[in-house]
């Protein structure tokens, strides 16, 4: 078998592999039907009767209704597809990266503007403990 | 026949096509990157390519979750750009060239690369970015692009090695093509960056800079780099940079490096550009 788990080592990171692959499909493939303007436009008037559409767990349904970005990628969403539900919103790649990983957005874009979130002590779960 | 003179490696962050369509490079936070592009733009238009050789990575855009090819080489006389959620970027229509692409899927497949054939295909970001950084605002792009489109999005990507072993095959292919087209290769994506999770926003400057050096320094290094120390040092993101090594293997053993240009951020991301080019 392929052995993925030295990636889970590594610390708010979620490798898209194939167990996250198949746990987040039904959640991706919502975000890709954004991509028709018809399909953002039925979804925008009425959220949850269009989520009806997916077989979506409870969990990942949550998180789409409540935008709770983080979420979404903890039940197999995939930034490239959630940011679709993103640009739904009107939101850059960068509001989501902040909203999933900095208490405000101004705090994620000094950072960024500062060089980055550091490689030092990030490298690592079991170095940070 | 065909000549590989350059390849040319870049980042495609969207957020740059997004600033290019909307008149913001010469804002302050922008112009510096720009600036670092002018000097490619004039390389590019004095080399004045027959065709591009475009490797960049599809972004759940003509391709989702429902096939995941790992090599995808477009063959069709044009590719629109893609609608990716905001409507498509205000940017010429790429064409194609058939006549080529197809040499190469034929070639590739019978030297035992198992290629995708894609006759139809919205291209996104990934590809259109790449163009506006090295060309900036034709009313036509200046040359006609092979797209090449590598799964870089779920796991497993292809190898580096694999990678490189394609460039060589590529490079095999277009030497073999009747002919005589001067062809330049791009090699796309990274440089470090993580868009997903509570470490969005990594960033790996030394990483990225003995990327950068080794491409003509210590090309084997890169190539024998595994997945998990792109993912771990560059970011989960950072793994588009295995596609700059299919650039890499379609180049001589030895190159010339021509320009580098290197700048952090562009929103989540380190962004690169390197020119290298044949001696031969």
């Not at chain 2, 009313?139 to 870089?152: C, M």
């Amino acid at each position: 078998m392929t052995d993925t788990s030295e990636f889970e080592d590594i610390p708010g990171t979620y490798l898209f592999n194939k167990d996250r692959c198949h746990e987040g499909y039904h959640l991706n493939m919502f975000c890709m039907s954004l991509m028709k303007p018809e399909n953002r436009a039925a979804f925008r008037a009425d959220e949850a009767t269009y989520l009806d559409k997916f077989p979506l767990t409870a969990e990942q349904r949550r998180c789409v209704l409540e935008r709770d970005w983080l979420g979404m990628i903890h039940v197999g969403g995939n930034i490239y597809y959630t940011s679709k539900l993103g640009a739904t919103d009107g939101r850059s790649f960068q509001y989501l990266a902040g909203a999933m990983s900095c208490a405000t957005q101004e705090e994620y874009r000094d950072m960024m503007l500062a060089g980055g979130r550091p490689i030092q002590g990030n490298r690592s779960k079991a170095e940070q403990a | 026949m065909g000549r590989i003179v350059a390849g040319l490696g870049t980042s495609h962050v969207p957020a740059i096509g997004v600033a290019v369509d909307q008149g913001k490079t010469q804002e302050p936070y922008w112009k510096p990157l720009f600036d670092g592009y002018e000097p490619a733009r004039e390389w590019l238009a004095g080399v004045g390519p027959d065709v591009v050789i475009l490797v960049y990575n599809d972004h759940g855009t003509a391709f989702s979750l429902e096939v995941i090819p790992t090599f995808a080489l477009g063959v069709a006389a044009e590719f629109p750009p893609a609608d990716e959620g905001w409507g498509p970027r205000p940017v010429p229509v790429v064409k194609g060239h058939p006549a080529l692409a197809w040499h190469l899927a034929e070639s590739l497949i019978l030297d035992e690369f198992d290629m995708t054939i894609v006759n139809e295909m919205a291209v996104d970001h990934g590809l259109t970015v790449p163009l506006s950084i090295t060309c900036g605002e034709p009313a036509a792009w200046p040359f006609p692009v092979i797209p090449l489109a590598v799964n870089v999005v779920q796991y497993p990507p292809p190898t580096g090695k694999r990678c490189f072993d394609l460039g060589r095959a590529i490079r095999k292919a277009v030497d073999a093509y009747d002919d005589d087209l001067k062809v330049v290769i791009f090699g796309t994506g990274g440089l470090s960056h993580q868009l997903h999770g509570e470490r969005a926003g990594i960033i790996n400057q030394d990483f990225d800079r003995r990327f950068l050096r080794d491409l003509t320094r210590d090309p084997q290094r890169l190539v024998d780099l595994p997945h998990i120390e792109y993912v771990r040092e560059a970011g989960a993101e950072g793994i588009e940079m295995v596609m700059w090594l299919i650039m890499r293997g379609a180049l001589d053993d030895d190159v010339t490096e021509v320009y580098q240009h290197y700048h952090v951020p562009a929103s989540n991301t380190a962004t690169g550009l390197i020119i290298l080019a044949n001696q031969s």
